[in-house]
């Protein structure tokens, strides 16, 4: 079982910056964390994603060149970063767990493969 805390969401105003921190209860030298995000009346959908044996990140177009995901393996902690933010990216952002999952451009963004969901932390950007 693996559980997952975030923090870091707020309020800010277009162009702001905010470093949403997810700490995980375990370390797994090959899983997948990733960032999901939920705007109300809209499905979920996948923002990052880092594979922390290889350190390989995806994002999704809406985020790249403004979002970078990043780890801390000592401190069992995944990050994003988040810089030129729009209001278009206010949503509750999810931190997601899988340990079995070895992340690609054509499925990291799925949710149906992260066994492990946080319970949220609030993101509002205002014009």
């Known amino acids: 079982q693996v559980q997952l805390v975030e923090s870091g969401g707020g309020s800010v105003q277009a162009g702001g910056s905010l470093r949403l921190s997810c700490v995980t209860s375990?370390?797994?030298?090959?899983?997948?964390l990733g960032w999901f995000r939920q705007a109300p009346g809209k499905e979920r959908e996948g923002v990052a994603s880092i594979y922390t044996l290889l350190g390989s990140t995806y994002y999704a177009d809406s985020v790249k060149g403004r979002f970078t995901i990043s780890q801390d393996n000592a401190k069992n902690t995944v990050y994003l970063q988040m810089n030129s933010l729009e209001p278009e990216d206010t949503a509750m952002y999810y931190c997601?767990?899988?340990?079995?999952?070895?992340?690609?451009?054509?499925?990291?963004?799925?949710?149906?493969?992260?066994?492990?969901w946080g319970q949220g932390t609030q993101v509002t950007v205002s014009p």
């Open positions: 997601a767990a899988s340990t079995n999952l070895r992340p690609s451009g054509s499925n990291w963004f799925f949710s149906v493969f992260y066994k492990y």
């Open positions: 375990t370390y797994t030298r090959s899983s997948t």
